[in-house]
């Protein structure tokens, strides 16, 4: 089975920096993705972990370590746009379709 | 590109109606998919399915059916509704390819209400 665990809120200012944390269990790791969503709308991709180390994507870093079962993702010089849900998946390579199991999602509020 | 999109947006049904929620995608892609959100349980897999024709049951199939009979499109059916099925429902699609960013693209989501 899968058991992925993200902090339910966060709180960050304008200009700063936040580390949203994910943790997780799988039995076919095949990949970790973060996903934002903004309130009333659906997901959108944002970024993709599949070996150990840091992917960088402008204000955006994700990090995972395979060995602890851990991700996180950096955001950097917050904008107020940012307040959104942010959503860790795991992608398990043991289900028919590379099937992507979520956590229940963090909720940053960027605050001036 | 529409990307996926989804009817209807909103809808509201009484405990034992039935009905059909549409998922329509122009990206050519194989692989299809129906989640339903709910406050604190996160994204849960209802159905998939691999190509057309096909479909498997995800983590929550229970009261759901769907059926993929062109590769396009995707439907979700409730024969008789329940209002533990009041919750946000959303379509995504991928290429199917088994390895590196084989990104899901989610639609913009059905709000059901069931009383």
């Known amino acids: 089975g899968q058991n992925i665990d993200q902090p339910t809120e966060m709180t960050a200012t304008e200009g700063a920096i936040v580390q949203i944390n994910c943790t997780y269990q799988t039995s076919g790791f095949n990949g970790l993705f973060w996903y934002q969503q903004h309130a009333g709308e659906a997901p959108t991709f944002l970024s993709y972990?599949?070996?150990?180390g840091l992917e960088e994507k402008g204000r955006f870093s994700s990090f995972l370590s395979r060995s602890k079962g851990y991700s996180y993702l950096l955001l950097k010089e917050l904008q107020m746009k940012d307040s959104a849900s942010y959503l860790c998946a795991v992608r398990d390579g043991l289900t028919g379709a590379n099937n992507l199991f979520f956590g229940t999602g963090t909720r940053l509020t960027v605050i001036p | 590109n529409a990307g996926v999109t989804q009817t209807p947006k909103f809808r509201v049904l009484k405990t034992g109606q039935s009905m059909t929620l549409l998922c329509a995608q122009d990206m050519n892609h194989e692989y299809m998919y129906w989640y339903r959100q709910d406050p604190g349980m996160g994204l849960r897999l209802i159905h998939y399915?691999?190509?057309?024709?096909?479909?498997a049951k995800g983590e929550v199939p229970d009261g759901y059916n769907v059926s993929r009979l062109k590769k396009q499109n995707f439907l979700l059916g409730l024969e008789s509704a329940a209002p533990s099925q009041t919750s946000v429902y959303f379509c995504?699609?991928?290429?199917?390819?088994?390895?590196?960013?084989?990104?899901?693209?989610f639609g913009p989501g059905t709000r059901l209400t069931v009383l």
């Open positions: 399915s691999v190509g057309e024709g096909t479909t």
């Open positions: 995504a699609s991928s290429t199917g390819r088994l390895a590196g960013t084989d990104t899901q693209y």
């Open positions: 972990n599949v070996l150990d």
